[in-house]
């Protein structure tokens, strides 16, 4: 009886808790490389040169 209130007091490691659930492991796949992907982008758009002046007055016009 003792040996089951042991196992039951005994918490379960942070790790192994969501390397059990396969839909976390999942979300955190997509949700990582979603943001990492998205950062990469913003990256990306700030380093583009300004556009020329005469370019943008021939898009508007």
Same mark, same amino acid.
């Given at each position: ?6 196992? +039951? @007091? /005994? /918490?379960?490691?942070? !790790?192994? %808790?969501? %390397?059990?659930? *396969? %839909?976390?492991?999942?979300?955190? !796949? =997509?949700?990582?490389?979603? &943001? *990492?992907?998205? $950062?990469?982008?913003?990256? +990306?758009?700030? @380093? $583009?040169?300004? &556009?020329?002046?005469? =370019? /943008? ?5």
């Amino acid at each position: 009886m003792e040996n089951d209130q042991q196992q +039951e @007091n /005994k /918490k379960t490691p942070f !790790g192994r %808790m969501i %390397m059990d659930d *396969f %839909m976390l492991l999942l979300f955190l !796949g =997509v949700t990582i490389y979603a &943001i *990492f992907y998205l $950062l990469w982008g913003v990256m +990306e758009l700030s @380093n $583009l040169p300004p &556009i020329p002046e005469e =370019v /943008k007055q021939n898009l508007l016009n």
